[in-house]
């Protein structure tokens, strides 16, 4: 994105998502030496829309709908996870409906949602603001 920096440690904040070519130059006594890959960067986290499932907006203040778009299923069992595995929140709906997940209560953060349907499971990480 043409921005650089110097010093013992640089670090840059990148502005919106893509694949960017990054370079390293360490420059000493005995002179010089650069590394160069590519990095790609996500920014926030993106709504999920895989198949026959839906879950947005993420990340969410309160609200996280979970909608499953697939024809037969019976059932959508959606549970809430912390990251050290800790089962927070589980709620069975209807596999037609539009499932509601109120995080309203939950503290700011990331969070596991797993998603199991007559087709499979869905392992999700959502944002709480």
Do not use: W
Not at 23 to 38: R, V, Y
């Amino acid at each position: 994105d043409g921005n650089n920096g110097s010093g013992m440690t640089t670090s840059h904040t990148y502005a919106s998502t893509g694949t960017y070519y990054v370079s390293l130059t360490i420059t000493g006594p005995c002179g010089s030496d650069t590394f160069s890959d590519s990095v790609n960067v996500t920014i926030g986290l993106e709504e999920y829309n895989q198949g026959n499932l839906a879950i947005y907006p993420n990340p969410t203040s309160s609200m996280l709908y979970v909608e499953n778009l697939g024809i037969g299923t019976q059932q959508m069992h959606v549970e809430v996870y912390a990251l050290n595995g800790k089962l927070l929140k589980s709620e069975v709906f209807d596999g037609n409906d539009k499932a509601e997940i109120d995080l309203s209560r939950f503290a700011k953060g990331i969070y596991n949602l797993r998603v199991t349907t007559d087709e499979g499971v869905v392992i999700r990480r959502i944002s709480r603001q």
